[in-house]
């Protein structure tokens, strides 16, 4: 195995050739035949093919293996149901960084566009979806489904946390929220029947010995938040 720095998405690690000369592993291609070997970008399929990644849903309570919560996870936290899920709203943490219930996910290619869509908004809690690394945002929605108010949520681990206020949205018919990164800026696009909003972008940054994650979040307030699984492309 071999990793590599890709800054604000993490260390990559790649699946390495090896072969074996005078006793000793040679890792990657061999350079110019002196005993040592350079990582490859691209290599052939190993003889006898690769066996199947099959992800197990269900496993550890999780949408899917490649999720995380941001601290240790409680059953509690989250319900799954088929293609969907149920974050149960829990008390909210000084700082949103700080909060355990974050479903995060790593960010996994060097430019892409995660989507996410939240089907009901319960109990007056605060819900939506989060870039979270050493500085971090995120777009809020907070209240019932028929007046959830807006609000663009900006901070830095250790340092202060603003919530900007963008507006009311009526999300009884679902809304789409997205999060588009492009290599060094994140935005976040919402979707309702009320139209389309797009705040302002912020900064990506990556995380303490991590790259960089985004996720979904249901906090305060007695219910919770029903998503869609993300879709990422």
């Not at 990657?28 to 691209?42: I, K, L, M, S, Y």
């Amino acid at each position: 195995l071999h990793f590599q720095d890709a800054g604000v998405c993490g260390r990559i690690v790649h699946l390495q050739p090896v072969c074996w000369k005078d006793g000793w592993p040679v890792i990657g291609r061999e350079h110019d035949g002196e005993g040592w070997g350079e990582p490859v970008a691209e290599y052939e399929t190993p003889a006898g093919g690769m066996p199947p990644c099959e992800e197990d849903e269900r496993r550890f309570g999780l949408p899917g293996l490649d999720w995380q919560w941001n601290a240790n996870g409680r059953a509690e936290w989250l319900t799954l149901g088929e293609r969907m899920f149920e974050l149960h709203a829990q008390p909210r943490a000084d700082a949103l960084c700080d909060q355990p219930a974050l479903l995060l996910h790593r960010f996994e290619a060097p430019a892409f566009e995660a989507r996410v869509r939240l089907e009901t908004l319960e109990g007056g809690a605060t819900a939506g979806m989060i870039a979270l690394g050493r500085r971090y945002g995120a777009l809020a929605l907070h209240g019932e489904n028929a007046a959830a108010e807006v609000s663009l949520i900006c901070g830095e681990i250790g340092g202060r946390e603003e919530a900007r206020p963008l507006g009311r949205v009526d999300v009884r018919g679902g809304a789409d929220i997205a999060l588009l990164f492009d290599g060094t800026q994140c935005r976040f696009r919402l979707e309702t029947a009320d139209g389309t909003l797009t705040p302002e972008p912020f900064p990506a940054s990556a995380g303490v010995w991590t790259g960089e994650k985004y996720g979904v979040f249901a906090l305060g307030g007695k219910g919770g938040a029903r998503f869609s699984l993300p879709e990422e492309k």
